[in-house]
């Protein structure tokens, strides 16, 4: 849309630029220059007008927008970014275009989600106006041997894309939940798709939402989420910047992979499960009451070590696991 190129293009300058230097930049008449800018302004942007002078951009308000969350991508990722004002789930639109030829690197972002989904089928809250709620299309040109290991290396990557929006550190338990002052931050829920003739991967849909300005929780959710505006004194924090970053993260993790030391050292780094006494459900078993022991390492396939309280050793791949301390856990 041509106000989103206008809008990029004034985010670019420091200072002024004049109607003019934009219509000969985008081939189009400084009549159509003012309309994107009276369009923006009626959208909550701050920009100046000066005679002799041109426009300047002052302010930008909380919107998810395409014309926002491309302000400072390459125009190359930028084609690959859909963003919408409401979705059933990410994670489905997305799968959607990817049966329909859609590129490893296709992005597909929501203000809000009616159906937003976690692990084991459990939904995942998506109010509109304040968190994230963003999908990944990855075609890894490899096997089942390394895939495990990508809700691991999505943390991280969430991680990074938060520090380098923001400044701000989170932490990571295992497997893949990211915490603020431990409590939750973010969901991940990877969905893979397989070829049938070979048994390769075919597609890999990384589904990620983040708590960034929401100011309160229900009840039942106060104990175990957070959003990072609550962990920081009730700031409102710019979405559309954390969510470039995260594709940047995300499109770091498409040129490392599949073998990258830097995600295991951050990942350990990161960790607060290690060290700590925990309970381990296995998949699937909702109802169980898990085995206590304490964790001990996290190994170089993201696998957890525990010692378990009757001596036996053993790596965990998947389930669940509480730490004493998070959710409720005593």
Request: charged residues 25%; glycine residues 10%; proline residues 2%.
């Amino acid at each position: 849309m041509l106000k989103d190129d206008v809008l990029k293009i004034i985010y670019s300058e420091e200072d002024y630029i004049s109607g003019e230097a934009i219509s000969r930049q985008l081939g189009v008449s400084r009549a159509a220059v003012n309309n994107a800018v009276k369009a923006l302004r009626d959208e909550g942007y701050e920009i100046t007008s000066s005679t002799n002078k041109g426009y300047l951009l002052n302010g930008m308000p909380d919107l998810l927008t395409k014309g926002s969350v491309c302000l400072i991508l390459p125009d190359k990722v930028s084609s690959l970014v859909h963003v919408f004002d409401s979705v059933d789930s990410t994670n489905n639109v997305l799968k959607d275009m990817a049966r329909n030829g859609a590129p490893s690197g296709t992005v597909v972002i929501s203000d809000h989600q009616s159906g937003g989904k976690g692990r084991r089928g459990r939904s995942f809250s998506s109010p509109k106006g304040v968190g994230i709620y963003l999908s990944y299309l990855f075609k890894p040109e490899s096997g089942f041997d390394k895939i495990s290991n990508l809700t691991s290396w999505t943390a991280i990557a969430v991680s990074d894309a938060i520090f380098n929006a923001y400044g701000i550190d989170s932490q990571v338990k295992w497997v893949n939940d990211l915490l603020m002052n431990r409590k939750k931050i973010c969901g991940i829920l990877t969905e893979v798709t397989v070829e049938g003739e070979s048994g390769m991967i075919d597609n890999c849909i990384i589904g990620i939402g983040i708590n960034v300005n929401e100011s309160s929780f229900p009840e039942e959710l106060s104990q175990i989420a957070t959003s990072i505006s609550i962990e920081n004194g009730g700031k409102t924090f710019e979405r559309w910047k954390l969510a470039a970053e995260l594709i940047r993260a995300l499109g770091d993790i498409e040129y490392r992979w599949p073998d990258d030391d830097y995600y295991i050292n951050r990942y350990r780094m990161s960790n607060i499960t290690v060290g700590s006494k925990i309970t381990a459900f296995p998949q699937l078993a909702e109802n169980s009451k898990g085995r206590t022991g304490t964790a001990i390492a996290i190994n170089d396939d993201f696998t957890l070590k525990v010692r378990f309280d009757d001596g036996s050793v053993e790596d965990l791949r998947s389930g669940e696991v509480s730490v004493r301390g998070l959710y409720g856990y005593t």
